[in-house]
């Protein structure tokens, strides 16, 4: 049954940041309906954002917006960014730190533009899906939102010296941050600890710190050896204690070589046990005198920047729900889901409860339902106004709320 007689407040004040991206009142509307079906209906898919609402045009309107009608996602994108720094806790910060990682996202459609089959290592299985590699920007408040997004596509699916693999695209992101003069260090797993990566980041002057892989050669002691050979070697009073949260770990620190990195970097082992002879994990860094616990909290800011959007976007807003098959339906879907993200994530932590929301929100999850009472609670006042001041039936109020 529809439930959606009147924009929420959050999707309303949006309007006013956004609306100019858009030509037309039409446009801005399935603008705005768009963004309040991602936080409320429970089907995202076009058709069933449309069934949402009481009072709304055909679906195929919604879905021509999305697929067919000119708008720039770019603009949107930038101007998303720029509202977000006008907020102290969303605001770029020099402590800031830009994350990068890819996500799948599944779909059940195999026309869908891009669309492939890739391992999920989470699931341990083939899945047909989307490959994004996404920055993201971690602020000093915990506050985190994408920057920008790029789509893998396979090398039979792009023109003639077209294709770009994932490292590529990586360095794109890169390059944008930089580009959009964002202030931070970069940060990501081992996927993207490449030395390309890592002597392209050194190039910009810019500091990262990135998950090596146990199994990496290093140059240790005048030798080349895997990393893990070298932890086998460090004494025992050579490790020394670092807390993770409420976990002790141990750990080594040392300059280091690794073949075709240009640069000197710092390597980092820990160890579970000081015992273990086994290391568990590595991490990287091209700011050679920095602490350890910099390093620690700069890579510790990955989850927060990424795993925890894939997370809510795909749980909460439908980052996987769209099924339009053009490419360019797509990636107006992931923008939007971006928008959508931001408009909930400066909501959260606020000094003073949001009037929408009558109590302090600290998660998107909490957000996402804090507006879902807001549209019930717009429901029954639009029932009652109906019922008492303009003096409708009952029939002629069901006839509205319980269109197909």
């Not at 603008?31 to 076009?46: H, I, P, R």
């Not at 360095?171 to 797993?189: N, Q």
């Not at 932890?231 to 080594?252: D, L, N």
């Not at 000094?351 to 929301?357: G, H, L």
């Amino acid at each position: 049954m529809p439930t959606i007689v009147d924009f929420p407040t959050i999707v309303q004040e949006a309007l006013t940041v956004f609306g100019g991206v858009f030509d037309t009142e039409a446009a801005r509307r399935h603008f705005a309906e768009y963004l309040t079906g991602l936080m409320v209906a429970e089907n995202k898919t076009v058709s069933g954002i449309n069934r949402e609402f009481a009072l709304t045009t055909d679906q195929s309107c919604l879905n021509r917006w999305l697929t067919e009608v000119e708008w720039d996602v770019a603009a949107l994108n930038d101007r998303r960014l720029a509202w977000l720094q006008q907020a102290p806790q969303t605001r770029y910060s020099g402590r800031g730190v830009i994350a990068i990682d890819n996500t799948l996202v599944t779909h059940e459609g195999k026309l869908i533009e891009d669309v492939g089959w890739f391992w999920d290592h989470a699931d341990q299985r083939h899945v047909i899906a989307h490959d994004y590699i996404i920055s993201n920007y971690v602020c000093p408040s915990g506050a985190h939102y994408p920057i920008e997004w790029r789509r893998f596509q396979k090398r039979d699916a792009c023109a003639a010296g077209k294709f770009k693999d994932h490292t590529m695209l990586c360095m794109d992101l890169i390059d944008d941050a930089i580009m959009r003069a964002i202030p931070g260090d970069f940060t990501f797993d081992s996927y993207f600890t490449s030395a390309k990566v890592l002597n392209h980041i050194q190039s910009t002057q810019r500091a990262y710190v990135g998950d090596l892989k146990l199994n990496r050669k290093v140059v240790y002691a005048g030798q080349e050896q895997k990393l893990q050979d070298v932890a086998r070697q460090i004494p025992w009073e050579a490790k020394k204690p670092v807390r993770m949260g409420s976990t002790r770990y141990w750990y080594f620190s040392k300059q280091m070589r690794i073949p075709d990195v240009t640069h000197p970097v710092r390597i980092v082992l820990f160890w579970r046990e000081r015992d273990d002879e086994e290391a568990s994990k590595a991490l990287v860094s091209n700011r050679l005198g920095w602490e350890v616990i910099r390093i620690v909290l700069v890579y510790r800011h990955r989850w927060t920047g990424t795993e925890t959007f894939h997370r809510d976007g795909k749980q909460q807003l439908g980052l996987g729900d769209c099924q339009v098959r053009s490419g360019e339906g797509q990636t107006r879907h992931v923008y939007l889901v971006s928008t959508a993200y931001s408009l909930l994530m400066r909501s959260l932590q606020q000094v003073r409860p949001q009037d929408w929301a009558r109590r302090t929100l600290t998660t998107i999850g909490e957000a996402c339902r804090a507006v879902k009472v807001e549209t019930l609670e717009r429901v029954i006042d639009w029932i009652v106004e109906k019922l008492t001041m303009e003096h409708w039936s009952v029939p002629d109020i069901k006839a509205v709320l319980v269109q197909s």
